[in-house]
């Protein structure tokens, strides 16, 4: 069995839903000598997320980030956590729906992912800077 681990810092962007696959598995030495195995994203923030969903048409992205703002807007004014602005709390609620990680199959050392599926880094922050996320994967050599 092979294990590779690496932790790739994705560079700030600005709020909203970003395809960010080849970003994360072009980072990643290693994977092509996995045969057969899982590979497991982690984010390493509370006010970003990870999730799978369509690679190709941006209008996605755009509604789902309005999507997220409608159900869970700034300024909620029953949050009480507001120390680091009116987008911190809603961020960290946005994450908690999305989720901190994925685990996608591996073949021959790429994502088996389906025709139209990608990785997004969900932005839940104006300003949330670089995002660190594990890259763990496994499996059988090749």
């Known amino acids: 069995m092979i294990w590779v681990q690496e932790q790739v810092v994705l ?18 030495p290693g994977l092509d000598g996995i045969a057969v195995g899982m590979v497991h994203l982690f984010m390493r923030h509370t006010s970003a997320s990870l999730a799978l969903n369509e690679n190709a048409s941006p209008d996605v992205r755009r509604d789902l980030d309005r999507w997220f703002d409608h159900v869970v807007p700034d300024d909620t004014p029953w949050f009480e956590h507001t120390l680091e602005g009116p987008d911190d709390m809603p961020a960290h609620v946005k994450s908690v729906i999305v989720g901190s990680s994925l685990t996608i199959p591996l073949r021959d050392g790429r994502p088996l992912l389906g025709t139209w599926q990608g990785v997004y880094l969900c932005e839940h922050r104006d300003h949330g800077g670089s995002r660190a996320v594990v890259v763990t994967a496994w499996g059988a050599p090749g």
Do not use: E, I, Q, Y
């Open 11 to 28: 560079a700030a962007r600005p709020r909203g839903v970003h395809l960010v696959t080849r970003d994360l598995f072009g980072a990643v």
